[in-house]
């Protein structure tokens, strides 16, 4: 089974920057998809960027131009560099290895099997 581990959370100042990491354990080469998604208090989870294991990415609108995933296959570990930070990107953020959602988890784009949303990594933006 492949645990994901989200740090690089914390409080920062609009216009600063953050960089999450996701560190996966296990047997992890090539994963399909590795994505973050973010919940803000009151608000639906929502996908932030996804990653391919070709290098494809995806960004929502909302982040595009300030927020970077990228991935170290050998590292086993994906990145979201988040700049211009804005006090709406406050949320918790997690990663995760795939798109397909539920409320409760995910479905892992290789295995399919279903996974319980982690505990994620808060993200404050705020003077």
């Known amino acids: 089974q492949v645990q994901l581990v989200e740090s690089g959370g914390g409080l920062v100042q609009p216009g600063g920057s953050l960089r999450l990491s996701c560190a996966a354990s296990g047997h992890v080469l090539n994963i399909r998809i590795m994505a973050w998604y973010r919940q803000a208090p009151g608000k639906q989870r929502e996908l932030v960027a996804l990653i391919t294991s070709g290098g494809t990415t995806n960004y929502a609108d909302s982040v595009k131009g300030r927020f970077t995933i990228s991935r170290d296959n050998a590292k086993n570990t994906v990145y979201l560099q988040m700049n211009s930070l804005k006090p709406e990107d406050t949320a918790v953020y997690y990663c995760?290895?795939?798109?397909?959602?539920?409320?409760?988890?995910?479905?892992?784009?290789?295995?399919?099997?279903?996974?319980?949303w982690g505990q994620g990594t808060q993200v404050t933006v705020s003077s």
């Open positions: 995760v290895r795939g798109i397909a959602t539920t409320d409760s988890g995910y479905f892992d784009s290789d295995s399919g099997s279903f996974y319980s």
